[in-house]
């Protein structure tokens, strides 16, 4: 069975403190994806990697960056937390190729900041 | 711009009755079609999809239509059940491109 495992459920931070979402997938996806969902909003794509040390912004990319060391792992950086980060994040990986392949998601984080 | 769309933020079904739900898209490019579901506190797991070439596919209760010509899919679910009480996500891609999500439907299945 695919696994990408996130490295908490739950999190609450302070406003303005440097957060980190870690992610890991144990199926050697070379495509790996940070999403956010809110209420009404559906999952909105933050930022995506192809391959380890690339990196893409997606459609909401202010105030995260991220980091691809290691072809397994994909973590999201908030800088600086603001309230308005206050969401659900989920990780997601893929196969890369023209292949018609879907994206396997972790459990998902829901990150409070306060 | 929406890419996708799901215009029906909730849906009610009696159990033992058909779940429609649908989505439309507006890019012709887009090849391969999705539907996940998604319980609360949990990450969306994939539950069926169609490549562009077919214009339906079938899994066990689970029937997505595509029709290109429209650009709209539906999800048949027959019969609904109670645990497939969740959110429902329509989701698109073309090539090696990440996917791009609808706002998703909420199914609630009344027993």
């Known amino acids: 069975d695919v696994k990408v495992t996130q490295s908490s459920r739950y999190l609450v931070k302070r406003t303005g403190e440097k957060v980190f979402l870690e992610c890991v997938q144990d199926m050697d996806h070379e495509n790996m994806f940070w999403y956010r969902q809110d209420p009404g909003l559906g999952l909105r794509l933050i930022y995506f990697?192809?391959?380890?040390?690339?990196?893409e912004k997606g459609d909401i990319p202010e105030g995260y960056s991220v980091s691809r060391e290691k072809k397994e792992r994909f973590s999201l950086i908030l800088e600086s937390a603001s309230t308005n980060q206050t969401s659900m994040y989920l990780c997601?990986?893929?196969?890369?190729?023209?292949?018609?392949?879907?994206?396997?998601f972790g459990q998902g984080t829901r990150l409070t900041v306060v | 711009d929406q890419q996708v769309k799901q215009n029906s933020p909730s849906l009610s079904v009696q159990e033992g009755r058909i779940s429609i739900l649908n989505c439309d898209y507006t890019?012709?490019?887009?090849?391969?079609f999705l539907w996940y579901k998604k319980y609360p506190a949990e990450g969306p797991t994939f539950l069926i999809s169609?490549?562009?070439?077919?214009d339906k596919n079938e899994d066990g209760r689970f029937t997505v239509f595509l029709n290109k010509s429209a650009k709209h899919l539906s999800l048949h679910i027959v019969p609904s059940q109670p645990g497939d009480s969740a959110v429902y996500f329509c989701a698109t891609h073309s090539g090696n491109t990440p996917l791009v999500f609808g706002k998703g439907t909420r199914l609630s299945v009344i027993a």
């Open positions: 169609i490549s562009s070439i077919k």
């Open positions: 997601a990986s893929s196969f890369i190729g023209n292949l018609n392949t879907e994206a396997f």
């Open positions: 890019n012709s490019m887009f090849d391969y």
């Open positions: 990697s192809y391959d380890v040390k690339m990196k």
